[in-house]
């Protein structure tokens, strides 16, 4: 059987329509499916659509958050309670085809336990797709494993790696960096990904810099070794500034300490930054508070609980 987990945010206006791609595309599957959708804390409509759904098809099932707890906490949910023998994540808003999931389930048939979606295009504004590029490329070179660029969450993931990623306790979750650490046989499927159906973008610029310090900081010690290459330079430099215009003027004028002070200090604060990401998500790591909390549910039993296993 195969899962289909699908987080959505305030997306009235595509589930309708995402419904009927679904049934349209399970059509050439020819396997048997369930579709998890996990409301995350929507304040629209999304919830009395999810309940149309299940009362028409038992098959589609759902999630309630009791607030907004996030896109990966909503996928990891999604991912605990998927009974199928493979999962599919995609996004409800129709920029990842339901009609592409055919190709994946033609790789997991090869014997490929994760087949994950590369973006030849992406349609969003110009700022997003720059920012997308250099986020990947930045995060490939300081991740400790490779990460494929330009692959969202949109895969296919077997039943050995969704039982690896539920034994993960993580609270902040890069789940295409977990995916990609798990390893197991991975492959890459091309396609090009569509603009959004209706309905603004969810993912702000404060949740897209949340997303990309998660995946920098969960997977890289870089930036804290490039912190203290960082203080070896400036104290370098430093010291042989002083000197220079010690002997250049037989004293070290007052603008020069000045300079050297707001160097140092812009220099300090750059590094406690980056002290401050890893024991911030140590604390988080520490507290150990639930992933998410469920409000209601749609045919699934939610006796069991990610943190308690």
Not at 35 to 46: A, E, H, L, P, R
Not at 278 to 290: A, F, Q, S
Request: a positive charge; proline letters at 3%; aromatic letters at 14%.
């Amino acid at each position: 059987m195969i899962t289909l987990v699908i987080p959505c945010f305030n997306e009235q206006e595509n589930l309708p329509l995402l419904y009927e791609k679904i049934i349209k595309a399970a059509e050439e599957w020819k396997e048997p499916f369930e579709v998890i959708i996990i409301d995350d804390g929507s304040n629209d409509s999304t919830w009395e659509i999810l309940k149309q759904f299940h009362t028409k098809d038992v098959r589609w099932k759902a999630l309630r958050f009791s607030r907004n707890f996030g896109h990966q906490k909503a996928i990891s949910a999604g991912l605990f309670y998927a009974g199928g023998d493979c999962a599919v994540i995609l996004d409800a808003d129709l920029q990842d085809s339901p009609g592409e999931v055919r190709r994946f389930i033609e790789k997991w048939k090869e014997g490929y336990e994760v087949i994950y979606a590369i973006r030849l295009k992406r349609k969003e504004n110009f700022f997003k797709r720059v920012s997308y590029k250099i986020f990947y490329r930045i995060l490939g070179c300081l991740s400790d494993i490779k990460i494929p660029y330009d692959s969202g969450d949109f895969c296919l993931i077997d039943r050995k790696v969704i039982d690896v990623l539920n034994s993960i306790r993580e609270q902040d979750r890069f789940v295409r960096g977990l995916r990609a650490w798990i390893g197991f046989r991975q492959v890459g499927i091309k396609y090009e990904r569509n603009i959004r159906h209706a309905g603004k973008p969810k993912f702000t610029l404060r949740k897209l810099k949340n997303l990309a310090f998660s995946g920098i900081f969960s997977f890289s010690i870089v930036p804290l070794q490039i912190a203290t290459y960082l203080g070896l330079i400036i104290c370098a430099t430093t010291f042989l500034l002083a000197i220079f215009y010690f002997f250049k003027h037989f004293s070290v004028q007052p603008h020069y300490i000045l300079i050297i002070a707001f160097f140092l200090g812009g220099a300090q604060l750059l590094c406690l930054g980056v002290l401050g990401e890893y024991i911030g998500r140590i604390y988080n790591e520490v507290r150990n508070r639930p992933l998410w909390i469920i409000r209601d549910t749609l045919g699934i039993n939610i006796k069991k609980h990610f943190n308690s296993l």
